[in-house]
Structures are given as structure tokens and as C-alpha cells.
């Protein structure tokens, strides 16, 4: 299929630029656009057979449910059976990085919510992902638009290097502006939230909302053989580049030390944070070095992260070194990814 590309500035979005897109999805067709988080694969959310071409075009697993976005907080309740804490989190944080689980109404396609009782639900902040969901008239059913097992697209070049071809039309809106997933809490039947996936929105802030929230396991632990998961995704491996990643817990100079002995036999990267950069430098010249923003910056290294991991794939590194994020605020979106890239390897010292 040949796709289209059209480049929009998001700080400037006129609806006559999106007219054609929300054609496509009215049609049935597929197309990325940018969301604050990372590209989004979009298709009409009500349509089995739009839902089924999404996952033909990621190469993704059936049984992984997708999000659908709203323009409007308020049309959740057209979709899912909605309840008070539903709509103070959306007070909160929506528009914004924060996808909620709710029972679904009978007009989501099984296909769309992977024959689940419950889908998500999402708005994003984006003013081209919010007019394109306007003008479509429907939900858009979106994962992210990377292909099955590569990191989530943070710009448009990861996006037409995985999806050129396989869509009808690519929207061009620069970087993400967050560059990590949304958020994802289930609310339960009591009110309470269940945390299935860290993001912006963080596990503080959600507090402020709701008086009990429950990390889900999977959020920070490897699954058990055989464990039942609470949300699909997490079943699945993600988010690994081909080289092995290991995690380092140490002050820098001891993880340094460890890092130029590895170099002097092996191709090695490291992620790292700015301020030890010169050390790293001096230390271990062999290495090559991924700028990582500063260590209490978590938001440009959320940022940085999933295009820092998509540039390693293109080399043929034998191993890659990162400092282990700590897991409060956004550090455990960070966290979360990261443990996953690197298959749970952590070095402590
Ligand atoms: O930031 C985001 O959320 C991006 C942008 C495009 O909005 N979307 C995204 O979608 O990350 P995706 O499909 O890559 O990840 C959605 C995750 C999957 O792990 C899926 O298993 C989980 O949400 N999920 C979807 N519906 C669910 C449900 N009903 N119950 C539990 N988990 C669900
Ligand atoms: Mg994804």
C-alpha cells in the first residue's frame, strides 16, 4: 500500500489539514498520528473489521487489547459503563497521558478490546490527535505505532521506518512531547484503582484523586510462569533491543570501573547521565556514549529513552550499560521500561 505523508505543526493545527485523515478513519483505513506520548495507529474504534487491519499492520498479537481515544471526557460514557471516580480522574488529568480500564458497552467490537468485558479509554492532549478524533466522529481505536516488539515511535522517523507501506496515512507532528506511554489504571468495582502501567501521571498523583492505589505486580517484577496478568500487554516482551541491556545500581565511579573493564574486551554503550559524562570519558574512552539528560531530570530522559534504544539496534553493540532509575514519580515509568529492555538484568555494586 502506498502511504501517504503530510507534515502538520502542532502548535498550529488548522482542521482543513486533517479533512482527509478523518476521511480515512471514517472509511476504515489506518492512520498515525502524534499523540504527547508516543505515535498512535489509529482506526475507527467501532468497526471490527478497522480494528482487525490494525493489528495485521503491527504484526500484534490479537488477544492485546487496544485503547480508544475520545475527544471529549464525557464520551466515555457512550462506550463504557462509567462511575464517579472515572470522572475525577478525568477532571484531573484529562486531556492528558492518562488511559483509564472501564467495563465495556456493548458497542466496542470484541476485536477492538481483544474479547475482553473491559476496554480503555483515553483523550490525549495533542491538538492534531484531538481534531483528527473531532472530525473522524468516532473513537479511534490506537496502540502504539511501532511494530510488535520495537520501542513505541517517539518521532516521525521511527514511524515510517517501521510503517511506511503498511497504512494509509502517516501524520508528521515532530517529537512527542513526553515520549513514554500513557499511564493505565483499571478502576475496580469498589472505586479503587489498580496501576497497570506508569507514566506521566504518577502513582503521587493519582493519590491525590483516589485514597488506594494498587501497583499491579507486573509493573516492576517479572511475571511468574503461568501467572495471570491484568492486562495483555504485559505478557508480552517489550521494548528489547537486540543487544543485551544491563541495569547498574552503583555510584558512578564504581559503575564506570565496571564499564571500561567490560570495553576493553567488548563493544560496549552506556547510557549516561550528563553531569558524569567527562568521567565516563576519561574512564572507559572505548565506549560509546548515549547522552541520558541530567539524573534528576526523568522527563527528558523519558523523552530520550525508546529513541536512544531504537539507535542501538543499529549498531552491534555487545552489550549496553544504564543507570537503574529509581522508582518514584516518573522514575518508575522509566523504571518499568527499562527492567523490560533489559530482561531484568540488573548489576548491583
Ligand atoms: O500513550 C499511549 O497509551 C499510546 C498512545 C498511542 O495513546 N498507546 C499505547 O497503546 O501505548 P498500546 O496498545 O501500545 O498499549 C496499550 C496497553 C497494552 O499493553 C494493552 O494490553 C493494555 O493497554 N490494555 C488495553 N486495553 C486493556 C484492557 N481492557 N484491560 C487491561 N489492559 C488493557
Ligand atoms: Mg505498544
Redesign the pocket.
Known amino acids: 500500500m502506498k502511504t501517504k505523508i503530510i507534515k502538520i505543526d502542532p502548535s498550529n493545527v488548522c482542521e482543513s489539514s486533517l479533512i482527509e485523515a478523518a476521511e480515512i478513519i471514517k472509511n476504515g483505513g489506518l492512520v498515525i498520528?502524534p499523540?504527547?506520548?508516543?505515535?498512535?495507529?489509529?482506526a475507527d474504534g467501532t468497526s471490527a473489521e478497522a480494528a482487525t487491519k490494525i493489528y495485521f499492520a503491527k504484526g500484534?498479537p490479537s488477544d492485546?487489547?487496544?485503547?480508544i481515544?475520545i475527544e471529549d471526557p464525557r464520551d466515555a460514557s457512550k462506550f463504557t459503563y462509567t462511575n464517579e471516580t472515572y470522572f475525577r480522574l478525568a477532571e484531573k488529568f484529562m486531556p492528558g497521558?492518562l488511559?483509564v480500564?472501564?467495563p465495556?458497552k456493548d458497542n466496542v467490537p470484541k476485536e477492538t478490546?481483544?474479547s475482553?468485558?473491559?476496554?480503555?479509554v483515553?483523550c490525549?492532549s495533542n491538538p492534531i490527535?484531538k481534531t483528527l478524533i473531532r472530525l473522524s466522529g468516532v473513537p479511534i481505536a490506537?496502540?502504539?505505532?511501532?511494530l510488535s516488539g520495537s520501542p513505541?515511535p517517539t518521532k516521525a522517523s521511527h514511524v515510517i521506518d517501521d510503517m511506511d507501506g503498511r497504512v494509509d496515512m502517516i501524520i508528521d507532528g515532530g517529537d512527542s512531547e513526553?515520549g513514554?506511554?500513557?499511564t493505565?489504571v483499571?478502576v475496580e468495582d469498589n472505586g479503587t484503582l489498580t496501576l497497570?502501567?506508569p507514566?506521566k501521571v504518577t502513582v503521587d498523583d493519582l493519590l491525590t484523586v483516589c485514597p488506594v492505589v494498587k501497583i499491579a505486580s507486573a509493573v516492576t517484577d517479572q511475571l511468574a510462569e503461568n501467572e495471570v496478568v491484568?492486562?495483555?500487554?504485559?505478557k508480552?516482551r517489550h521494548y528489547a533491543p537486540k543487544s543485551p541491556v544491563y541495569l547498574i545500581e552503583a555510584e558512578a565511579e564504581k559503575a564506570f570501573n565496571y564499564i571500561a573493564e567490560r570495553s576493553a574486551s567488548s563493544y560496549v554503550a552506556a547510557l549516561c547521565y550528563e553531569e558524569d559524562i567527562e568521567l565516563l570519558k576519561i574512564k572507559a574512552p572505548n565506549v560509546h556514549i548515549y547522552k541520558f539528560g541530567a539524573e534528576n531530570d526523568e522527563l527528558l530522559q523519558a523523552h530520550l529513552l525508546f529513541d536512544i534504544l531504537r539507535d542501538a539496534d543499529k549498531h552491534t553493540f555487545d552489550e549496553i550499560y544504564a543507570p537503574l532509575p529509581r522508582k518514584e514519580g516518573v522514575g518508575l515509568a522509566l523504571y518499568n521500561r527499562m527492567i523490560r529492555a533489559a530482561a531484568y538484568h540488573i548489576i548491583r555494586m
Open positions: 498520528f499523540t504527547e506520548t508516543v505515535y498512535g495507529l489509529g500484534r492485546n487489547p487496544l485503547i481515544h497521558p488511559t480500564v472501564l465495556a478490546r481483544a475482553l468485558p473491559t476496554v480503555a483515553r490525549p490527535a490506537a496502540p502504539s505505532a511501532n513505541s513526553f513514554l506511554e500513557s493505565i483499571k497497570l502501567r507514566g491484568l492486562s495483555p500487554g504485559m508480552y
